[in-house]
């Protein structure tokens, strides 16, 4: 009995550190006639997952206090999908879209995208490269949104030289943050028991119930 409520405290706590402790993620890509990427998110002696690419594949390694988890990346199953000639469709989403805007769930989901965007807001950002386009008006069209993108941080570092006879691209980009899952699942819990949200996934429900077909008599 008391190994099993040990156990459970454990189980408890466990959940509460990774619920509540901020997760740090890194983000690093870099291109030069193509496209290298690499994602980081961990927290401390906790748990670290992390995506490379190796040549062609997505490496995708876990791990939980300290150990390794084999992950197995099976590739997606492609099924073939018949065309619906279903003449309720139409009329169908339509409906769906009536009951989004009725219900103005769009104002409930710009509220949570700000509240992603804020929680997922990076700590520091780290832009380097060359770059140019054909039209050297359109390089010149950069060089003020660098320089605003660069002052709305004084952690942003964004330095990119201007290519001017030619189109030109080699960057390196590095984006460092934190978050915390606790809160992210606080944004997601009230946005689904918003009165709105409800009302627009009855509204779904009720139009994907099948029509009952009127049986039909024998002569």
């Known amino acids: 009995m008391y190994i099993i409520l040990a156990l459970l405290l454990v189980v408890i706590i466990l959940i509460l550190m990774i619920l509540f402790i ?10 030069q006639d193509r496209l290298k990427y690499s994602f980081k998110i961990w927290s401390g002696f ?13 490496m995708l390694r876990f791990k939980f206090l300290g150990i390794s988890w084999p992950v197995r990346n099976r590739p997606r199953s492609r099924k073939e999908i018949s065309p619906d000639r279903n003449q309720n469709k139409t009329f169908a989403g339509f409906t769906i879209l009536q009951s989004f805007l009725e219900n103005r769930l769009q104002i409930t989901i710009w509220k949570l995208f700000k509240n992603l965007l804020a929680a997922f807001k990076p700590d520091d950002i780290i832009i380097n490269g060359s770059y140019g386009f054909y039209e050297p008006e359109i390089t010149a069209w950069v060089l003020p949104c660098c320089y605003l993108l660069g002052r709305m941080n004084d952690t942003y570092t964004i330095n990119l030289n201007p290519v001017w006879d030619q189109d030109y691209l080699e960057i ?13 699942l606080w944004y997601l819990i009230k946005f689904v028991f918003q009165a709105s949200t409800w009302r627009f996934l009855s509204a779904v429900r009720k139009n994907k119930k099948p029509v009952k077909q009127p049986a039909v008599q024998p002569f």
């Open 22 to 31: 901020p997760l740090k993620y890194t983000i690093n890509a870099q291109y």
């Open 46 to 58: 906790l748990y670290k997952c992390e995506l490379k690419p190796s040549t062609d594949i997505n």
């Open 172 to 184: 390196y980009l590095e984006i460092v943050g934190s978050i915390t899952l606790a809160l992210l």
